[in-house]
């Protein structure tokens, strides 16, 4: 019998991203189920074939949103795994996360995920 991982939130936020050169298969829908439950606000997206977690903000101000940018680039290098980031209407961030070596999601993604989630507490 398959026993899906108990993953929490704090299970992401002190997990770490593990390098990823290819060679894995991506997660499948029933494997990253329990890691999407631990990030309720982000939600699967098929872009161009590939998988993708994605989560929109509204910051403040363009300032505000350039500095949460910087604050996700101080993540993104740490683990080293980059989300996607585009920037539209001065102030709305729309970050995607995947896996690019494996076309598709690992637990990188969800740990990255978590840890941006961290930046609004």
């Known amino acids: ?22 060679g894995v298969d991506p997660l499948t829908p ?14 699967t997206e098929e872009i161009s074939g590939v998988t993708y977690i994605v989560r ?16 996700i680039t101080e993540i993104a290098e740490e683990e080293g795994h980059h989300p996607d980031l585009h920037l539209t209407d001065f102030k709305k961030l729309r970050v995607e996360l995947t896996t690019h070596a494996i076309n598709g999601l690992s637990v990188n993604d969800f740990i990255v995920a978590a840890k941006i989630d961290e930046l609004e507490k």
């Open 56 to 71: 929109e903000f509204t910051r403040k101000n363009f300032v505000d949103a350039v500095d949460f940018i910087q604050q």
């Open 1 to 22: 019998m398959n026993h899906m991982p108990d993953v929490t939130p704090d299970h992401l936020t002190k997990g770490k991203c593990e390098p990823c050169e290819g």
């Open 30 to 43: 029933q494997e990253y189920a329990p890691y999407l439950t631990a990030v309720p606000k982000w939600q």
